[in-house]
């Protein structure tokens, strides 16, 4: 199927899972032999309302019957892509990941498919509908948040964004539902979702005439708050993200985030595991369906 190549990288992988369940980790509750394996796939990140979703997931799909196979790997696609072959070969009754990028992956997901293995493509998805996918509606809450920020009060007009990872579905759909709301934006620079590049790219702003900063993730919000309490610059900027982890929520209670579209995590959860059970039954169908979320302001 992929090749005497694809199959050693796909052994090394799996003895990669192996290792993860037995040296560490994510923690799995020990379940029946005769439970459906979920195999998930997740991705270092910096972002706390991401290490919420993937706890969310274990834990409703540990409660649905599930035993959960925990595949941690790098943030890249290579590494992702080596996951789910391994995961492939292992056959698994069901797959979970969260792609890092919209294209790529019609040759791995071809593998799965013709295993019998299905995938479910969450919060992110894929293009050209070879997984399923479980996610929430980005565009939408992008123009609900966006007019909800220009509601709020600014000494400046301005309006500048800190732009997700390239090439990745949210990223493109925040950017598209925000400037339905808002036009252009100009002020736009890539943080690629992280915390760190969040504080760095403060410094390439024109922030003399920025009052609004719309952030893609709470990673790259936290920074920018980082940086603005670093430069004396608290309640100068209304800052906006997506997501709606713990610390995020405490610095919208706080006034220094003044709006957030909240993804529900348990939400998302609840649905993927549904979906899962779906396909396990029947590996053929492929499901999209949105989880809920909502926009919160501060007081």
Same mark, same amino acid.
């Given at each position: 199927?992929?090749?005497? /190549? ?23 509750? %020990? ?18 309302? /991401? ?7 274990t834990e409703q799909a540990q409660a649905a019957g599930f035993s959960v196979?925990? #595949? %941690? ?7 992702? @892509? ?12 069901? @797959?979970?990941?969260?792609? &890092? ?8 997901? =071809? $593998? ?11 919060? /992110? ?5 070879? !997984? ?13 948040? #966006? ?7 600014? +000494?400046?007009?301005?309006? +500048? $964004? ?7 579905? %949210?990223?493109?759909? @925040?950017? =598209?539902?925000?400037?339905?709301? +808002? ?16 504080? $760095? @790219? ?7 005439? &920025? ?16 940086y603005a309490h670093d430069h004396g610059l608290d309640g100068a900027l ?17 006034? =220094? ?8 995590? +348990? ?11 779906q396909l396990v039954d029947d590996p053929t169908r492929t499901v999209r369906?949105? !989880? $809920?979320? =909502?926009?919160? &302001?501060? !007081?």
């Amino acid at each position: 199927m992929w090749g005497e /190549k694809g199959r050693i990288a796909g052994v090394l992988a799996l003895f990669a899972v192996t290792a993860a369940l037995l040296y560490g980790g994510v923690r799995t509750q %020990p379940a029946a032999a005769s439970a459906p394996v979920m195999g998930v796939v997740y991705a270092s990140s910096e972002d706390e309302w /991401k290490d919420e979703q993937y706890a969310a997931l274990t834990e409703q799909a540990q409660a649905a019957g599930f035993s959960v196979m925990p #595949m %941690p790997v790098e943030r890249t696609q290579a590494a992702q @892509i080596e996951a789910l072959r391994a995961l492939t070969v292992y056959q698994v009754d069901v @797959i979970v990941f969260s792609p &890092v990028v919209e294209s790529g992956w019609d040759n791995v997901l =071809r $593998e799965a498919r013709e295993a019998g293995v299905p995938v479910i493509a969450m919060d /992110k998805s894929v293009r050209g509908g070879a !997984a399923s996918y479980v996610g929430f509606d980005y565009e939408g809450l992008a123009r609900e948040a #966006m007019a909800a920020l220009l509601r709020r009060p600014a +000494a400046k007009r301005g309006v +500048a $964004e800190l732009y997700g990872t390239l090439g990745s579905s %949210p990223a493109r759909e @925040i950017a =598209r539902g925000c400037r339905e709301t +808002a036009g252009a934006i100009p002020e736009s620079l890539c943080g690629d979702g992280m915390r760190s590049r969040g504080y $760095e @790219i403060m410094e390439s702003l024109r922030l003399e005439q &920025v009052g609004y900063l719309v952030c893609h993730n709470d990673a790259m919000a936290r920074g920018a708050v980082d940086y603005a309490h670093d430069h004396g610059l608290d309640g100068a900027l209304a800052v906006c993200t997506f997501g709606g982890g713990a610390d995020v929520l405490r610095l919208l209670d706080e006034g =220094r985030i003044a709006v957030v579209g909240v993804c529900d995590n +348990a939400s998302l959860a609840r649905k993927t595991v549904e979906t899962a059970r779906q396909l396990v039954d029947d590996p053929t169908r492929t499901v999209r369906r949105f !989880a $809920e979320a =909502r926009v919160q &302001v501060a !007081a």
